[in-house]
Structures are given as structure tokens and as C-alpha cells.
């Protein structure tokens, strides 16, 4: 249980307090609602170049991270489809030199070209590193473009191509900063050392004054639902053939979410899941295989991904796949089994909650979700799901008209 | 209105207090030490034994003794233990480092005492299954494959390999001529001779019911035999190779990897807390010279490290970046320069104070909360050291200055004695 509070400065910034007496660190953790998906489609890759950007100075802090550093705190950030995180970590005493370094960066950030060029290099470097340079980096690229045709999830975080990246101009990073990052769009979590009080009063100090601000309008389309199956073959320098399947589902801040959360569980969490134990142990299929949700905010994608054995063919791994989820489909998951995973569950949620750091985060996300007093009733939400609903989603999502299939395959 | 051009003060960390865990010798010899929590219920548990790649000697034998422990016991096959620790929502992970077999187990605490009966079942009884090792080789075979696509496995391979010899412990990963010849016979033996017999250190963090040693106890009788408690010997290696420039090709890679290092002493010589926080300054973190000025200032990478690696009998340096391929020269230059830079200069007052507050602010995070603690207690403790050699490490830290750091650069940072190793297509 996560005892916290929340607040709304009148200038709109959403501001959450966690007191824990028992750390002597802060976490100063601020979410900005702004991803890949706000970006537009000849601009991808804009908001997590953007989050680079935001290490490059302040008009009072040119240099960010010394400035955090030698008060003895860390920091990180990452960005995903829906939204953009920052967080440091500091021993509480110091809380004042993150609040005032949040709040530069909220205010005056320094843009400026020699800023931009280098990051434009950094994150060139880093989408080779991830994902061109990897064996089978590529994938996502091709997978979210098949899946979405509309919606701005089409392309991953990094984006869409390096010439992207490369083509971003000042005046795209100015309008950018002026649209998206500001109070009305930010949610600032203060836990640790720092009593609810205190840690209120210093958020007021620090960014009050910034002027007020209303979330940006979103004008994201809807993605229209899939009528047939849709398929791609690609061929690369791979050892392996890899098979990738990605199912519409409904959004995070839905019930749907946590059944199809606990589907791909009992597909693939641990090693007496279904897709483990029988494709990769008994019938030697795969290689390796799991199965996930990726959360996002609007509907999202259910994705099951393995790499087959030597002398495997895709198309043998996907029949295989195809049999696992209509088993999904035509018998009732068992309470056993649907106690298992979410025994596991409540394990993993418990655990992540330990780390200060991710209470920051936690409270942050589930408040963009719409109340941050959800991270105490996850676990709940997840025990109230009946295996009923389980195979009533298998059997409306986990089928091929729904379904978006890529083969990576060797290069002969 | 709030003036942004005024800093907040920085109040300097002046305490740090590492917590110090419950020791208990057990009844069979092992020792244990365990760090409580109030706060979730949650625990932790590190069996960890002297059985790392070190002991073995069959190459890969105590990786696949750790990968295939979980494989099936005399009273259950895999699938039956791996669905009675998913049952209880917990995690059971066996993994080996160059000296030491660690068997961990996480989960809620009303679960304590099944988690620990199957982990005693994992640890005392496994069986090692002939079908279940032939597949765990048929995949580590592949994974093989995928490994030898990546420019950073194979400059990283061939750095340990050039450094500490392929058939040293610290330079040797399996390749596939070890991992055909892996057989049953080499587990079940590694298993009778390096694990049941072994004296075992324990960490135990979290919350716990109150008979905890009894469970252990009870359910550890049938190891160590001898009841002797765990010893370290901390005979230092010697390094095959100092210096010298290699070269993998790779085929159409966009990137190459940089990785460069040098064998430097025992973990317990006197030297290695001045020269962590000499690398830390080199390349050991966000702000550091390497960071601010190859990709900070350069833009040629995403990221550069530089560390200092410990295992029981050695510790290196090891320096790790991957750049795109026009700017490997330029980074390479860059690198020398800042590393010679160190051998020349004497770090000035300003960046000594940020790296101070920066390691002092670290330190403190690294043992914020039981868990944090005893891993890190841990680490003293299998490096032979203890809570003392933390504490010399802070004051170390509050204390350094500017001419110790330039003889330790003088010392350990002679470029003629760094093996530097590239991967990728130049």
C-alpha cells in the first residue's frame, strides 16, 4: 500500500507526494504527456530526440546533469509511444537542486544547433545500436506497420527511419517544447525522505510561477479495426527465422487490458507457461518465445514473438501458435492455472514497488491513466479477472482476421 | 516570483550507514547473514557457492550444472518443479559468474517456507535429465549463432579471451566444440564434488516468518557434510597479455565496438579504491571525460564506459563503446587522449568535488533499503573483504586528491600496456 497525496498547482501542473521515512534518498520524477504518438508521420523519432534535448541545458543550468551530479544525484530518462519520463534520484537533502533543475528545464529550456546537431548524432548512434545493428532489430519496424495504417503507432519510439532523425530542424524542436512541455501537460512525484507538506510547498516554490497552461488538444486517429489477416516476409542477415504476431487490443485504461495482460501470462510467463513448455521444450519448435502486452494508452497490441529452431519453418511455428491459441479459445483455462499467473503477478507488482524509483514513476503513470490512487488496486483488478473472460477475449482477439504476422527470415 | 539564478545550496552526505546484517553461523557450517524488512512482504534468498567457472574444469560444466539444476529432481521433472514455483508466484534462478554458483530465490513471505523446500529439492536432489540437456545444448548452440552476430559479443569475447587466456576462467566463453561435449556425467560429478560439499554463503533480505534459520536448517542438513564454514582464497591471476592492438571482422556491421582493458591486481590491493574513482572519472558515469566528450561533445556514440571489473583473483579495467563506423579513428584518438590527459594533468579541484558528491550520493542510494544493503555486503563478502573496506572506500572518496589520482593514472594508464580490441568493418 502506497500512501500519497495529490495536488493541482493552479497553473495546472498535477504535483503527487509520497512520504517514506525510511530512505534518506529523494526521487524527483516528472512525466511529460507527450510520445511517439504525437509526432507527425514525416517526423518521427521527434520525442525521444526531444527527450536528448532536454540534458542539453537551461538558461540557469547550462549543464544539467553536473549541476545534478555534484549534488550527488542521478538521473535517466526514456520515451515511449505515449508518453516521456524524467526522474532523478538524490539524497534528500538535496531535493531542492532537482526541483530547481526540473523546473529551468520546464521554464527555459536552451535550444539551440549545436545542442541539436550532436544529439541528432547521438541518437543516429543509438538507432544503430538497438536496432540496425542488431540481429533482428528491424522487426518493429516492420511489425508496426503492418498492425497500424492509420494511428501514429505505426512506427516505434526511435522512428521511422535515420533520415528522420537527421532532417529535424530548430523550429520543430522550439514548437515542439512550446506544445508539449509545460505544466498543464507534466505530472511532477516527489517520494521519499520528504514529508507530504514540505515536498508540496516546494513544488509551489519551484513552479509556481510558471504560467498556466491546458493539456494540448489531441488529434491522433482512431486506427479502423482490421478485417483480414495481414502478412509480411522479410529477409535479413539473421542465423535464426523469426516469427512475430501482433493482435489489436483495447487500450491500457481498459478491464480488456488486464485479462489479455493475463493471457499472454499463461502463454509465456515463467517456465511452465503454455508457449515454453510445449513449443520450445516437447515439440522443439522454437528456439525461444514470449508473449506480451505493450500497454499502450490507446489500443494496443497483444504480440507473440519467438525464433525457431535450425531447419524450423515459420510456417510450422505459426500453425503451432495458431493451435496454442485456439486451445485458448475452445477450453476453459483451469483455476489453477489462472491462480498461478496471477500469483505471479502480485509477486511482480509487489517487488517493482520495493525500488523509489519506480513508486515515482508508478504514481506519475497511473495518474495520467486518470488517478494515481490505482497503483494500490492492480492487484485487485488482476484477482477479479474470471477464466471466462479470458477465453471470451482469446476468441474475439487471438484470431486471424485480427491478426498482423511477420516471418524474419534468413538470407540464403 | 522565484529567481532560477540562484542555486539551491548542496548539503554535502556526510553519513553513510550501511546496515549491518544478522550473522548466524547455521548448524551445517554455512554461514548466514540476513538484513530484515517491516515494509512489504516480500523476501529475498542468495545461496551462493564457491562453483563458479573457476572450479570447473571442463569448460561450460558449471554453466550448464546451473542452467539444468531446475531440469528435474529425483522426485520431480522440470515441468512439475517449474509449475510449483510459478504457483507460488516466485522466482527461482540459478546462475554461475566466473567464481561462483548462485542459487536466488524471490517471493511473497507467506510463501517462505515452500519456496525454500523447493529450492533445498533444487539444490540437493537434481537429476540432470538426458533429454532435458540435450536441449538446453541445442539452444545455447543457436543462441550462439545470434551471439556471433553482434559487434559487441564478439569484441568483448576476444578482449577476455587476449587478456586472461582461453583457457583461463576470466577469458573463456563456450563455443561449441565445449558445448557439444557437455555431458550428464560431468553435471551429476560437478554437482557431487563443487555443490553438495561446499560450504555456502546465505543473504537473506526482507521479511521473513520467525522460525527462518530452522527452515534452513532443517532442509540445508544434507549439504556440506563436513559442516566447515566457506573460506576464500584470494590467490591473484596473472594476466596472459598486456598491450597490443586485434581487429574481429564482421561483416556489413554498421556499427564497430570498442572495448579496451588491462589486468590490474587482486581485488584487495590497496589501489582499487583510487582507481574506481580515477575510471569513474574517466568514463564511470553520465558527466565523466569520455562521456562529455565523445558523445556529449562529439556526438560519435550513444554511450562510453569505462569500470573497474572484480572477480575473486583479479580485477581489470575494461572500457567499453560502440561508435559508428566513419568516426572509429576519431574515437579511438579521442579515448588515448583522454586517458593520456589523466597521466598528464592533475584533475582540477571543481571536478574532484562533483565526482566526490557524485560517488558519496551513489554510495548512499546503493544501500538504500535491506535488499540494496545486503547485495551490496555481499559483494564485499565474496570478494573476501568486509563492512570496513566499505567504510575505507567512503572515506577514500572524501578524502582523494588530485596527486593520488595522477600516480594512480601514471600507474595503471600506460597506454602501451591497454589491449584494445575492435569489432565490425572499420
Redesign the interface.
Same mark, same amino acid.
Given at each position: 500500500m502506497i500512501d500519497f497525496e495529490c495536488r493541482k498547482l493552479e497553473n495546472g501542473l498535477t504535483v503527487i507526494s509520497s512520504h517514506d521515512p525510511? !530512505?534518506?534518498?529523494a526521487v524527483v520524477n516528472i512525466l511529460y504527456k507527450v510520445g511517439a504518438r504525437n509526432e507527425h508521420k514525416d517526423k518521427t523519432g521527434f520525442a525521444h530526440l526531444f527527450e536528448h534535448l532536454m540534458f542539453g541545458g537551461s /538558461?540557469? *543550468?547550462p549543464?544539467f546533469? #553536473?549541476?545534478l551530479?555534484? *549534488?550527488?544525484? +542521478?538521473?535517466n530518462a526514456f520515451t515511449n509511444n505515449d508518453l516521456t519520463n524524467y526522474y532523478d534520484?538524490?539524497?534528500a =537533502?538535496?531535493i531542492? !537542486?532537482a526541483?530547481?533543475l526540473e523546473?529551468?528545464r520546464m521554464?527555459?529550456l536552451d535550444i539551440n544547433e549545436r545542442s541539436l546537431? %550532436? &544529439?541528432?548524432? %547521438? %541518437? +543516429?548512434?543509438?538507432f @544503430?545500436?538497438?536496432y540496425?545493428? &542488431?540481429?533482428y532489430g528491424r522487426a518493429w519496424h516492420h511489425l508496426r506497420a503492418l498492425a497500424y495504417h492509420i494511428h501514429p503507432y505505426q512506427w516505434p519510439t526511435i522512428g521511422r527511419s535515420l533520415k528522420h532523425i537527421e532532417d529535424a530542424t530548430l523550429e520543430d524542436v522550439k514548437r515542439f517544447y512550446k506544445r508539449f512541455y509545460h505544466p498543464g501537460n507534466a505530472i511532477l512525484s516527489i517520494c521519499g525522505s520528504i514529508e507530504n507538506e514540505r515536498a508540496f510547498s516546494l513544488a509551489r @516554490?519551484?513552479f509556481?510561477?510558471l504560467p498556466g497552461s491546458r493539456p494540448p488538444m489531441q488529434d491522433i486517429p482512431a486506427e479502423p479495426l482490421q478485417s483480414e489477416v495481414r502478412r509480411k516476409t522479410v529477409e535479413d542477415?539473421?542465423?535464426?527465422d523469426a516469427l512475430y504476431m501482433a493482435f489489436h487490443i483495447e487500450g491500457r485504461n481498459t478491464h480488456s487490458y488486464y485479462v489479455n495482460n493475463l493471457l499472454t501470462d499463461i502463454l509465456s510467463?515463467?517456465?511452465?507457461?503454455r508457449l515454453y !513448455?510445449r513449443l %520450445? @521444450?516437447k515439440k =522443439?519448435l522454437f528456439?525461444?518465445i514470449s508473449a506480451w502486452v505493450d500497454g499502450a494508452l490507446d489500443p494496443g497490441l497483444l504480440i507473440v514473438s519467438g525464433?525457431l529452431? =535450425?531447419g524450423v519453418s515459420p510456417e510450422e511455428g505459426e500453425e503451432a501458435i495458431w493451435h496454442e491459441l485456439s486451445l485458448l479459445q475452445n477450453e476453459r483455462i483451469e483455476q #489453477?492455472e489462472l491462480? /498461478?499467473? @496471477?500469483? /505471479?503477478?502480485?509477486?511482480e507488482i !509487489?517487488?517493482n514497488?520495493?525500488s523509489?524509483m519506480h513508486r515515482g514513476f508508478a504514481l506519475s503513470y497511473y495518474e495520467m491513466l486518470g488517478d494515481a490512487g490505482q497503483v494500490n488496486h492492480e492487484i485487485e483488478k488482476y484477482r477479479g479477472v474470471e477464466a471466462s473472460e479470458l477465453m471470451k477475449e482469446a476468441r474475439t482477439r487471438l484470431v486471424p482476421s485480427n491478426a498482423s504476422i511477420l516471418y524474419y527470415k534468413r538470407k540464403k | 516570483m522565484i529567481d532560477r539564478s540562484v542555486k539551491p545550496d548542496i548539503k554535502k552526505v556526510s553519513s553513510i550507514r550501511l546496515l549491518t546484517p544478522e550473522e548466524a553461523g547455521l548448524s551445517h557450517g554455512s554461514l548466514l547473514y540476513y538484513l530484515p524488512d517491516t515494509l512489504y512482504d516480500i523476501f529475498q534468498i542468495e545461496w551462493v557457492f564457491p562453483a563458479g567457472k573457476w572450479f570447473e574444469s571442463k569448460k561450460g560444466t558449471a554453466g550448464f550444472t546451473a542452467r539444468m539444476m531446475r531440469e528435474g529432481s529425483t522426485k520431480h521433472n522440470a515441468l512439475q518443479l517449474a509449475t510449483m514455483i510459478d504457483e507460488l508466484g516466485a522466482e527461482i534462478d540459478i546462475r554461475i559468474s566466473s567464481d561462483y554458483l548462485t542459487v536466488k530465490a524471490m517471493g511473497i513471505t507467506r510463501h517462505y517456507e515452500s519456496i525454500l523446500k523447493i529450492m533445498a529439492e533444487i539444490l540437493l536432489e537434481p537429476c540432470f535429465p538426458e533429454e532435458e540437456l540435450a536441449l538446453k545444448k541445442k539452444i545455447a548452440l543457436q543462441q550462439l549463432l545470434v551471439d556471433r552476430e553482434k559487434v559487441e559479443y564478439l569484441a568483448s569475447k576476444k578482449l577476455m579471451e587476449t587478456l586472461y587466456g582461453k583457457d583461463h576462467p576470466y577469458g573463456h566463453k563456450p563455443d561449441e566444440e565445449d558445448i557439444k561435449e557437455i555431458q550428464r556425467e560431468d553435471l551429476l560429478s560437478y554437482h557431487r564434488e563443487k555443490i553438495i560439499p561446499s560450504p555456502a554463503w546465505i543473504f537473506l533480505s526482507g521479511k521473513v516468518p520467525k522460525n527462518y534459520t530452522k527452515t534452513l536448517d532443517s532442509l540445508l542438513s544434507g549439504i556440506n557434510p563436513e559442516r566447515k564454514s566457506p573460506q576464500i582464497d584470494l590467490r591473484e591471476t596473472g594476466a596472459r597479455r598486456k598491450g597490443g592492438k586485434f581487429f574481429v571482422r564482421k561483416e556489413e556491421a554498421q556499427q564497430n565496438a570498442i572495448r579496451m582493458g588491462r589486468h590490474l591486481y587482486a581485488p584487495s590491493h590497496p589501489d582499487s579504491d583510487r582507481m574506481k574513482i580515477l575510471t569513474t572519472i574517466l568514463g564511470g558515469y553520465f558527466g565523466s571525460r569520455l562521456m562529455s566528450k565523445i558523445r556529449e561533445e562529439k556526438g560519435y556514440t550513444y554511450g562510453i564506459y569505462s569500470s573497474i571489473q572484480s572477480h575473486v583473483h583479479a580485477s581489470f579495467l575494461y572500457l567499453a563503446t560502440e561508435v559508428g563506423r566513419p568516426y572509429l579513428e576519431a574515437a579511438l584518438a579521442d579515448i588515448y587522449k583522454e586517458i593520456e590527459r589523466l597521466r598528464s594533468e592533475p584533475v582540477g579541484e571543481e571536478e574532484l568535488t562533483l565526482v566526490r558528491n557524485y560517488l558519496l550520493g551513489t554510495a548512499l542510494n546503493a544501500i538504500d533499503g535491506p535488499h540494496k544493503a545486503l547485495s551490496l555486503y555481499k559483494n564485499l563478502i565474496l570478494r573476501g573483504k568486509g563492512p570496513s573496506d566499505f567504510k575505507n572506500y567512503i572515506h577514500t572518496v572524501q578524502n582523494i586528491n588530485a596527486g593520488e589520482l595522477l600516480s594512480m593514472a601514471e600507474k595503471y594508464l600506460d597506454p602501451s600496456l591497454l589491449l584494445e580490441v575492435v569489432a565490425g568493418e572499420k
Open positions: 525510511a !530512505t534518506p534518498m /538558461k540557469h *543550468a549543464r546533469d #553536473r549541476e551530479e555534484i *549534488a550527488g544525484g +542521478s538521473n534520484i538524490i539524497p =537533502q538535496n531542492e !537542486t526541483l530547481w523546473s529551468d521554464a527555459n546537431e %550532436v &544529439q541528432r548524432s %547521438v %541518437v +543516429s548512434e543509438e @544503430k545500436e538497438n540496425l545493428n &542488431q540481429p @516554490k519551484w509556481d510561477d542477415n539473421v542465423p535464426l510467463n515463467g517456465s511452465s507457461s !513448455t %520450445v @521444450k =522443439q528456439n525461444s525464433r529452431n =535450425q #489453477r491462480d /498461478k499467473v @496471477k500469483n /505471479k503477478v502480485e509477486f !509487489t517487488g514497488l520495493i523509489l | -
